[in-house]
């Protein structure tokens, strides 16, 4: 039987990965044109420790801002629409062409280097979802230096942390972002509470002023500049800068990844294999062929899909990129992602999960999606993409048909998995596989069948495999942790910022650093598709059998009321470990011992009697999460054993990346209630 297309892609890389990133890197312009494309050597650390490393490119020169945006300015595109600003939040709307953006990026990029902003110095972007942010990446990218970009909205100490961290120079940010339907959020108690607290001091602050909420004019610090009046004076005298390139090993970017304890993770994103891969993937797995394509990415610049899919990818492409400053639902109903693909004619879509979770719960029977759909609305889009966190095959399945119903002829949900490491999909499916051996073919093959509950098969430059805890390879379609062979593909990351033994201890130790560690745990099936089941550390050891929460929670999920699941583990005298879920579930159940028998039937049937639940708790707004839709089982599972061992007083640890601090205090209460009472009481008795 021929290979579908995708099957022969990948085998192309894994026969000559060399020879597959030569030609994708043709398909840029590099200051310098690399000689080498790859090259490995062993790293000696500062702790005596040696590892083998790799560099893609290292002898080539790049500007990624000049491939972004000048280029297709030059290449005549300039009229084309870059940014489409979608701000249901302020009711605004804005549409930016590549000349329109090039002048901007190279005036604020002439007025960054005049307030002292020079190559390979670091600046912050704390801002929201406006232009201007997406303009202080790239002029950044134009200056040769590397942005450090900071989710909008985290707390003064969080920021301080990452200033201190990357040592910035400058700050880019903004008088305020707007939370949603609650209004403006102002950021000067932020950035100024971090620029206190922070043991470095940035030079500069340069402050977008919104009229939402303003940024006091009268009691500036210096160095506070307002953005806009440094721009107009730059643009009044002339001011410019010129695309800076730098070495292809060098930081485009630094985003940090956050851990529930110690201090952030600064992954490195270098320049050369950047562009390169997010060129090649924003094309073979998005099917985003260049001008006149338009990418709708809902994510938010902070985390890494938005500097991947709302910037660099469709910019590099030539493409649209709609940034959308709002959210799924109340901004102001479930429609606005439908609007939005309906208006600006979108190809490629690609959200969160939880966005869809959010949509379904307001708006169960699809209606918003169907009327659209009905009127021929939503005939450009090609792919729904998902990704940030598992996606049950019940939610896979419910917006693959109504996609398959009113879109593109083969439109499909895609579920893709990645993470801030790896910077592009490590596995999906392609929507156009052909540009991996023939970069102008643009036909649209009909994609893989999708399996509900698998994130893919690998994408070119990522090689997967499933190994035991010591490192030996489990048998196909058994679970185990997911580790990434060496090298990884031109996108991911070779080092932590100034931190070159964390990186080694992080992602190398583990597995003798012959493979990179990813933390997740999942299988591989019969026909090469790969299962992300949970985080390895929150697979439950029930009587020395592992089960992955996602397994259990897609069981669960079956029953028609609940709406969410999530599953950790509790501690148990005989088994070790035994499945316990929170789960918001509407009506709420009259009968909590007959709903518990209905889920430990659907386990056993789905798994088996080992998968049985301890117990459950049924409560609307109880399950933390991060902003970027990523469910805090961690947090969940310190309740439970504080809970059993009686030790109510005790704190629960959580990130900073928590939407709502507020949802761990009401599900410790919902804790606490459940195991003075009932059900509870009585299961505390036997634990
Ligand atoms: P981050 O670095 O914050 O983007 O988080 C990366 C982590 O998100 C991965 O290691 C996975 O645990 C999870 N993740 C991302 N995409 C998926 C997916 N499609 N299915 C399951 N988990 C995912």
Same mark, same amino acid.
């Given at each position: 039987?021929?290979?579908?297309?995708?099957?022969?892609?990948?085998?192309?890389?894994e026969?000559?990965?060399?020879?597959?990133?030569?030609?994708?890197?043709?398909?840029?312009?590099?200051?310098?044109?690399?000689?080498?494309?790859y090259?490995?050597?062993?790293?000696?650390?500062?702790?005596?420790?040696?590892?083998?490393?790799?560099?893609?490119?290292?002898?080539?020169?790049?500007?990624?801002?000049?491939?972004?945006? =000048?280029?297709?300015?030059?290449?005549?595109?300039?009229?084309?629409?870059?940014?489409?600003?979608?701000?249901?939040?302020?009711?605004?709307?804005q549409?930016?062409?590549y000349?329109?953006?090039?002048?901007?990026?190279?005036?604020?990029?002439?007025?960054?280097?005049?307030?002292?902003?020079?190559?390979?110095?670091?600046?912050?972007?704390?801002?929201?979802?406006?232009?201007?942010?997406?303009?202080?990446?790239?002029?950044?990218a %134009?200056?040769?230096?590397?942005?450090?970009?900071?989710?909008?909205?985290?707390?003064?100490?969080?920021?301080?942390?990452?200033?201190?961290?990357?040592?910035?120079?400058?700050?880019?940010?903004?008088?305020c972002?707007?939370?949603?339907?609650?209004?403006?959020?102002?950021?000067?108690?932020?950035?100024?509470?971090?620029?206190?607290?922070?043991?470095?001091?940035?030079?500069?602050?340069?402050?977008?002023q919104?009229?939402?909420?303003?940024?006091?004019?009268?009691?500036r610090?210096?160095?506070?500049?307002?953005?806009?009046?440094?721009?107009?004076?730059?643009?009044?005298?002339g001011?410019?800068?010129?695309?800076?390139?730098?070495?292809?090993?060098?930081?485009?970017?630094?985003?940090?990844?956050?851990?529930?304890?110690?201090?952030?993770?600064?992954?490195?994103?270098?320049?050369?294999?950047?562009?390169?891969?997010?060129?090649?993937?924003?094309?073979?797995?998005?099917?985003?062929?260049?001008?006149?394509?338009?990418?709708?990415?809902?994510?938010?610049?902070?985390?890494v899909?938005?500097?991947?899919?709302?910037?660099?990818?469709?910019?590099?492409?030539?493409?649209?990129?709609?940034?959308?400053?709002?959210?799924?639902?109340?901004?102001?109903?479930?429609?606005?992602?439908?609007?939005?693909?309906?208006?600006?004619?979108?190809? =490629?879509?690609?959200?969160?999960?939880?966005?869809?979770?959010?949509?379904?719960?307001?708006?169960?029977?699809?209606?918003?999606?169907?009327?659209?759909?009905?009127?021929?609305?939503?005939?450009?889009? %090609?792919?729904?993409?998902?990704?940030?966190?598992?996606?049950?095959?019940?939610?896979?399945t419910?917006?693959?048909?109504?996609?398959?119903?009113?879109?593109?002829?083969?439109?499909t949900?895609?579920?893709?998995?990645?993470?801030s490491?790896?910077?592009?999909?490590?596995?999906?499916?392609?929507?156009?596989?052909g540009v991996?051996?023939?970069?102008?073919?643009?036909?649209?093959?009909?994609?893989?069948?999708?399996?509900?509950?698998?994130?893919?098969?690998?994408?070119?430059?990522? /090689?997967?495999?499933?190994?035991s805890?010591?490192?030996?390879?489990?048998?196909?379609?058994?679970?185990?942790?997911?580790?990434?062979?060496?090298p990884?593909?031109? =996108?991911?990351?070779? /080092?932590?910022?100034?931190?070159?033994?964390?990186?080694?201890?992080?992602?190398?130790?583990?597995?003798?650093?012959?493979?990179?560690?990813?933390?997740?745990?999942?299988?591989?099936?019969?026909?090469?598709?790969?299962?992300?089941?949970?985080?390895?550390?929150?697979?439950?050891?029930?009587?020395?059998?592992?089960?992955?929460?996602?397994?259990?929670?897609?069981?669960?999920? =079956?029953?028609?009321?609940?709406?969410?699941?999530?599953?950790?583990?509790?501690?148990?005298?005989?088994?070790?470990?035994?499945?316990?879920?929170?789960?918001?579930?509407?009506?709420?159940p009259?009968?909590?011992?007959?709903?518990?028998?209905?889920?430990?039937?659907?386990?056993?049937?789905?798994?088996?009697?080992?998968?049985?639940?301890?117990?459950?708790?049924?409560?609307?707004?109880?399950?933390?999460? /991060?902003?970027?839709?990523?469910?805090?089982?961690?947090?969940?599972?310190?309740?439970?054993?504080?809970?059993?061992?009686?030790?109510?007083?005790?704190?629960?640890?959580?990130?900073?990346?928590?939407e709502?601090?507020?949802?761990?205090?009401?599900?410790?209460?919902?804790?606490r209630?459940?195991?003075?009472?009932?059900?509870?009481? %009585?299961?505390?008795?036997k634990?």
């Amino acid at each position: 039987m021929a290979l579908h297309k995708q099957d022969e892609a990948y085998a192309a890389f894994e026969k000559d990965p060399e020879s597959f990133w030569k030609y994708q890197a043709e398909q840029l312009v590099w200051h310098k044109k690399p000689q080498t494309t790859y090259k490995k050597f062993t790293k000696k650390l500062p702790n005596g420790i040696e590892h083998d490393t790799w560099q893609w490119y290292p002898d080539g020169e790049i500007s990624t801002s000049y491939n972004a945006v =000048t280029r297709h300015v030059e290449a005549g595109h300039g009229d084309n629409i870059a940014i489409k600003w979608d701000s249901p939040v302020t009711g605004s709307k804005q549409n930016i062409t590549y000349k329109q953006l090039e002048e901007d990026i190279s005036i604020l990029a002439g007025a960054l280097r005049e307030e002292g902003v020079r190559k390979g110095d670091v600046v912050i972007i704390y801002m929201p979802m406006i232009p201007a942010a997406l303009v202080g990446m790239l002029a950044v990218a %134009r200056l040769g230096a590397i942005h450090a970009v900071v989710f909008g909205g985290f707390s003064a100490s969080s920021l301080a942390q990452r200033i201190d961290d990357s040592r910035a120079k400058a700050i880019l940010t903004a008088s305020c972002g707007i939370e949603g339907a609650k209004g403006p959020l102002p950021y000067k108690p932020m950035v100024r509470g971090a620029v206190e607290q922070a043991k470095h001091k940035p030079l500069k602050v340069f402050i977008w002023q919104r009229d939402e909420s303003r940024w006091n004019d009268t009691d500036r610090l210096a160095g506070e500049r307002t953005w806009q009046r440094v721009v107009k004076g730059a643009r009044d005298r002339g001011v410019r800068a010129e695309n800076v390139p730098v070495k292809s090993n060098e930081p485009l970017y630094i985003i940090y990844t956050s851990g529930t304890t110690g201090s952030p993770k600064g992954v490195v994103r270098e320049a050369g294999g950047h562009a390169v891969g997010l060129n090649f993937t924003v094309r073979y797995v998005f099917g985003i062929r260049g001008p006149g394509d338009t990418l709708f990415t809902a994510s938010d610049i902070g985390w890494v899909v938005g500097h991947s899919y709302i910037v660099y990818g469709p910019l590099l492409a030539g493409a649209s990129t709609i940034l959308f400053e709002g959210k799924p639902v109340g901004t102001p109903n479930a429609d606005t992602f439908w609007r939005i693909l309906d208006e600006h004619k979108v190809n =490629t879509m690609f959200t969160a999960p939880t966005a869809l979770r959010a949509i379904r719960k307001d708006d169960p029977q699809n209606k918003f999606f169907k009327a659209r759909g009905e009127k021929g609305g939503l005939k450009n889009l %090609r792919a729904l993409f998902l990704a940030g966190e598992r996606s049950e095959p019940a939610i896979v399945t419910m917006y693959n048909e109504l996609i398959q119903k009113h879109c593109a002829p083969n439109a499909t949900v895609i579920d893709n998995w990645w993470s801030s490491e790896s910077g592009s999909p490590m596995t999906s499916l392609a929507l156009l596989p052909g540009v991996a051996l023939n970069f102008n073919d643009h036909k649209f093959y009909t994609p893989l069948p999708i399996k509900p509950g698998s994130a893919g098969k690998p994408v070119p430059g990522f /090689t997967i495999r499933i190994v035991s805890d010591d490192g030996a390879p489990v048998p196909q379609g058994e679970m185990g942790n997911i580790v990434l062979g060496i090298p990884l593909s031109p =996108t991911g990351l070779t /080092t932590l910022w100034q931190d070159a033994p964390r990186f080694h201890k992080s992602y190398l130790a583990r597995f003798d650093a012959k493979y990179i560690d990813t933390g997740d745990a999942g299988l591989i099936d019969a026909s090469g598709f790969v299962h992300i089941m949970s985080r390895a550390d929150d697979v439950i050891n029930v009587a020395a059998h592992r089960l992955s929460t996602g397994q259990i929670e897609q069981a669960i999920s =079956t029953h028609p009321s609940i709406t969410e699941a999530a599953v950790v583990s509790i501690p148990d005298p005989l088994k070790g470990h035994a499945p316990f879920a929170f789960i918001a579930i509407a009506p709420p159940p009259s009968d909590p011992a007959a709903l518990l028998a209905d889920l430990n039937a659907r386990l056993r049937h789905a798994i088996g009697p080992i998968a049985s639940l301890a117990g459950f708790i049924a409560k609307p707004g109880i399950i933390p999460k /991060t902003r970027s839709g990523k469910t805090l089982r961690r947090c969940l599972k310190e309740m439970l054993e504080h809970a059993v061992a009686g030790e109510w007083e005790k704190e629960v640890v959580y990130p900073a990346t928590i939407e709502d601090p507020s949802v761990v205090g009401k599900a410790k209460e919902a804790v606490r209630e459940y195991f003075e009472m009932g059900e509870g009481k %009585r299961l505390k008795a036997k634990l």
